[in-house]
């Protein structure tokens, strides 16, 4: 038998903060050289006690994925569970050094396959073991594997692949490698890429920074098919076909949860690897709320490095109509931000002549309904001790105040509260409750009110009926209205000398709207549901056109759409607080499907508990949508609850 190069691939680790880190060990081609001299033993001999696979007659299939790692601690293992909770898909996870792959963890042997489609981590699966570098799966385990994908007729990816030569070469020939930690390599979408990652912005390049990767050429033209390449002709994404029909995608650069190109092409892999439809769904959320709208904020002076030096700043009429210019311009610039809205977090005190020449209500007034509105009490009120009493005049009075502005973007239901106040206050939240309240807030920076999972919440241990929705705060302070005032705090954290000092100088305006648009960024990436927390300050026209936020959301966009052709979400706090409810009761559901394989393909569909499934990619019933090309259904089953719909040829 001819025995191939097992080529060791070393994944770089995940950092603590926002992007990876870790270094290339010396000699670093002669460390896997030796490793692969131990591997190639243990091959050769698992060889030897090979004995052919059993051919299966498919029967149905199981709509749920199969992630297969060596060891678990390879950062893209991370990466693509991540990806895979966001979107809701069903997936298992199988380590391999420490459980064996058995025919019976693929199928029943019967015609039943467990699994729509297979990810590995890596090409080779390997690991360090004790004794040295070797695959996570036998020779016979792969040919398990793969005889499993070609009775079924499922897809498999290699999330970061060294095409080595054992277990199998991709298809592709390993030329170089990169450390993008020091150069980042750029790739662009081929024109079979634009169809697999349809939802990217095919003219930008996709930058692939801090992680190792593995420069290649497919071996023989037209097989595989590049899908993502270099301006010198290497590809870094491809897939192979196989004499026997079976397919590969695989990506020769590592990844992380945190990576920017890790993010972009894992909603493409998991589609391409469900063949387009699965259950789960994927949508660009964004939400900005800024809080104090009607009264004014403490102001930071950048003189006296503080803000209780008794300087306040309230939004003006001017700010308000630059600030409606502002969106429709935002909103008529791009497909993707035409349904962007900001939310008003109002306190209604504001608006009833406290404020000597107020100019802001009337603009209010004649202007009501450009944005959403939502509650943030009458008088700001922090609600930690309130009694039911004061709780309830306070949700009155504003709700009164929603009323006579005629704000037609507004529901009774929903609040924020001061400062996230009231949390662990059993008297006001009974008051909301009896108000009517079902959805508030909480701070993902304060330990335990991070969201459980993704795009899910908290109901209340007091009121049970009450969703608290994880918001997330920003650097982008309650206290700053101008670029001066914003930058003077920023780097007063956060330069050299700073109380938390993190950069290596003290930042620009530019560059911090750089880093922090960075931030929220991932967010959208991340198909993330959270609003976000601002403030009334950060509204100000400082130059009599922009504000801090419009800033802050034009650096935003800008990234955003040289990435994505999917348009942006803008729920309000009440929507938002109806869609993780959704997702809440879909991940507690117990809903599964099967694909079952036939003349005619159905997907059997079966739940535990009452639910509303997501199916991306199927056409069924009128609840359904569009979104990047792709129809959604939402199938809405009782408890214990069966469905049979069409499904699309496999």
Same mark, same amino acid.
């Given at each position: 038998?001819?025995?191939?190069?097992f080529?060791?691939?070393?994944?770089?680790?995940?950092?603590?903060?926002?992007?990876?880190?870790?270094? &290339?060990?010396?000699?670093?081609?002669?460390?896997?050289?030796?490793?692969?001299? %131990?591997?190639?033993?243990?091959? #050769?001999l698992?060889?030897?006690a &090979?004995?052919?696979?059993?051919?299966?007659?498919?029967?149905?299939?199981?709509?749920?994925?199969?992630?297969?790692?060596?060891?678990?601690?390879?950062?893209?293992?991370?990466?693509?569970?991540? %990806?895979?909770?966001?979107?809701?898909?069903?997936?298992?996870?199988?380590?391999a050094?420490?459980?064996?792959?058995?025919?019976?963890?693929?199928?029943?042997? &019967?015609?039943? @396959?467990?699994?729509?489609?297979?990810?590995?981590?890596?090409?080779?699966?390997?690991?360090?073991?004790?004794?040295?570098?070797?695959?996570?799966?036998?020779?016979?385990?792969?040919?398990?594997?793969?005889?499993?994908?070609?009775?079924?007729?499922?897809?498999?990816?290699?999330?970061?692949t060294?095409?080595?030569?054992?277990?199998?070469?991709?298809?592709?020939? =390993?030329?170089?490698?990169?450390?993008?930690?020091?150069?980042?390599?750029?790739?662009?979408?081929?024109?079979?890429?634009?169809?697999?990652?349809?939802?990217?912005?095919?003219?930008?390049?996709?930058?692939? *920074?801090?992680?190792?990767?593995?420069?290649? *050429?497919?071996t023989?033209?037209?097989?595989?098919?590049?899908?993502l390449?270099?301006?010198?002709?290497y590809?870094?994404?491809?897939?192979?076909?196989?004499?026997?029909?079976?397919?590969?995608?695989?990506?020769?650069?590592?990844?992380?949860?945190?990576?920017?190109?890790?993010?972009?092409?894992?909603?493409?892999?998991?589609?391409?690897?469900? *063949?387009?439809? #699965?259950?789960?769904?994927?949508?660009?959320?964004?939400?900005?709320?800024?809080?104090?709208?009607?009264?004014?904020?403490?102001?930071?002076?950048?003189?006296?490095?503080?803000?209780?030096?008794?300087?306040e700043?309230?939004?003006?009429?001017?700010?308000?109509?630059?600030?409606?210019?502002?969106?429709?311009?935002?909103?008529?610039?791009n497909?993707?931000?035409?349904?962007?809205?900001?939310?008003?977090?109002?306190?209604?005190?504001?608006?009833?002549g406290?404020?000597?020449?107020?100019t802001?209500?009337?603009?209010?007034?004649?202007?009501?309904?450009? #944005?959403?509105?939502?509650?943030?009490?009458?008088?700001?009120?922090?609600?930690?001790?309130?009694?039911?009493?004061?709780?309830?005049?306070?949700?009155?009075?504003?709700?009164?105040?929603?009323l006579?502005?005629?704000?037609?973007?507004?529901?009774?239901?929903?609040?924020?509260?001061?400062?996230?106040?009231?949390?662990?206050?059993?008297?006001?939240?009974?008051?909301?409750?009896?108000?009517? %309240?079902?959805?508030?807030?909480?701070?993902?920076?304060?330990?335990?009110?991070?969201?459980?999972?993704?795009?899910?919440?908290?109901?209340?241990? #007091?009121?049970?009926?009450?969703?608290?929705? =994880?918001?997330?705060?920003?650097?982008?302070?309650?206290?700053?209205?101008?670029?001066?005032?914003?930058i003077?705090?920023?780097?007063?954290?956060?330069?050299?000398?700073?109380?938390?000092?993190?950069?290596?100088?003290?930042?620009?305006?530019?560059?911090?709207?750089?880093?922090?648009s960075?931030?929220?960024?991932?967010?959208?990436?991340?198909?993330?549901?959270?609003?976000?927390?601002?403030?009334?300050?950060? &509204?100000?026209?400082?130059?009599?056109?922009?504000?801090?936020?419009?800033?802050?959301?034009?650096?935003?966009?800008?990234?955003?759409?040289?990435?994505?052709?999917?348009?942006?979400?803008?729920?309000?706090?009440?929507?938002?607080?109806?869609?993780?409810?959704?997702?809440?009761?879909?991940?507690?559901s117990?809903?599964?499907?099967?694909?079952?394989?036939g003349?005619?393909?159905?997907?059997?569909?079966?739940?535990? *508990?009452?639910?509303?499934?997501?199916?991306? @990619?199927?056409?069924?019933?009128?609840?359904?949508?569009?979104y990047?090309a792709?129809?959604?259904?939402?199938?809405?089953?009782?408890?214990?609850?069966?469905?049979?719909?069409?499904?699309?040829?496999?």
């Open positions: 038998m001819k025995l191939q190069l080529y060791v691939s070393r994944a770089l680790p995940a950092s603590s903060g926002a992007g990876p880190g870790g270094s &290339l060990p010396q000699s670093f081609f002669r460390w896997m050289l030796r490793a692969a001299q %131990i591997i190639m033993a243990a091959m #050769f698992a060889a030897f &090979l004995l052919p696979a059993r051919a299966e007659t498919p029967r149905s299939i199981d709509m749920k994925l199969l992630v297969i790692a060596s060891d678990g601690n390879e950062p893209v293992f991370a990466g693509i569970k991540s %990806i895979l909770n966001q979107i809701g898909v069903p997936y298992d996870t199988l380590i050094s420490q459980t064996p792959l058995t025919a019976q963890t693929l199928s029943d042997g &019967l015609g039943a @396959g467990r699994y729509q489609g297979i990810l590995l981590t890596t090409g080779n699966l390997a690991y360090n073991a004790a004794s040295g570098w070797q695959s996570a799966l036998t020779q016979a385990q792969w040919q398990m594997l793969w005889q499993y994908e070609t009775d079924f007729r499922v897809r498999q990816a290699t999330l970061y060294y095409p080595a030569g054992a277990p199998d070469t991709y298809g592709l020939t =390993p030329i170089s490698s990169a450390d993008t930690n020091y150069t980042p390599v750029q790739g662009t979408l081929t024109t079979a890429g634009q169809q697999v990652f349809g939802y990217l912005n095919p003219a930008t390049p996709i930058a692939i *920074k801090g992680s190792w990767t593995y420069l290649v *050429k497919p023989a033209t037209g097989n595989p098919v590049s899908l390449d270099t301006a010198d002709g590809s870094l994404a491809s897939i192979y076909t196989y004499p026997d029909g079976r397919q590969n995608l695989a990506i020769t650069t590592d990844g992380n949860p945190e990576l920017t190109h890790t993010l972009l092409l894992g909603y493409g892999v998991i589609n391409w690897v469900s *063949k387009g439809f #699965f259950l789960g769904e994927r949508k660009v959320y964004l939400n900005a709320q800024p809080d104090d709208v009607m009264i004014g904020d403490d102001i930071w002076d950048p003189v006296k490095l503080s803000d209780q030096t008794g300087i700043y309230r939004t003006t009429g001017n700010d308000y109509a630059k600030l409606i210019i502002w969106q429709n311009a935002l909103r008529a610039a497909t993707n931000t035409a349904q962007i809205r900001l939310e008003m977090p109002f306190n209604g005190v504001g608006s009833t406290i404020y000597p020449n107020d802001f209500t009337t603009a209010v007034r004649n202007s009501p309904n450009q #944005f959403k509105w939502i509650s943030h009490t009458y008088e700001h009120a922090l609600l930690t001790d309130i009694t039911y009493a004061d709780a309830t005049t306070q949700l009155s009075l504003n709700h009164q105040v929603a006579q502005m005629k704000f037609t973007q507004y529901a009774k239901d929903s609040m924020i509260q001061p400062e996230i106040s009231g949390l662990n206050n059993p008297e006001f939240l009974r008051a909301a409750k009896d108000f009517g %309240i079902r959805y508030i807030l909480s701070d993902t920076s304060q330990p335990g009110w991070k969201n459980p999972s993704p795009n899910t919440g908290f109901y209340s241990t #007091f009121q049970p009926s009450i969703l608290i929705i =994880p918001r997330y705060p920003t650097n982008l302070y309650y206290n700053v209205s101008t670029p001066t005032e914003w003077s705090e920023y780097n007063y954290f956060y330069a050299p000398g700073g109380l938390f000092q993190t950069w290596d100088h003290a930042l620009t305006y530019a560059e911090v709207l750089d880093k922090e960075e931030i929220w960024l991932r967010y959208l990436l991340k198909f993330d549901l959270n609003p976000v927390m601002f403030h009334q300050s950060n &509204l100000r026209a400082y130059d009599n056109k922009n504000s801090l936020l419009g800033d802050l959301i034009n650096a935003t966009m800008k990234k955003y759409n040289a990435m994505y052709k999917l348009p942006i979400r803008n729920p309000s706090q009440h929507e938002t607080g109806i869609l993780m409810a959704d997702r809440m009761v879909y991940n507690d117990g809903v599964s499907a099967r694909l079952m394989l003349t005619a393909n159905t997907i059997a569909l079966k739940t535990v *508990k009452p639910v509303k499934a997501p199916l991306t @990619g199927i056409s069924y019933g009128t609840a359904k949508e569009t990047g792709q129809v959604i259904s939402t199938v809405t089953l009782g408890a214990s609850g069966t469905a049979t719909i069409p499904a699309p040829a496999w």
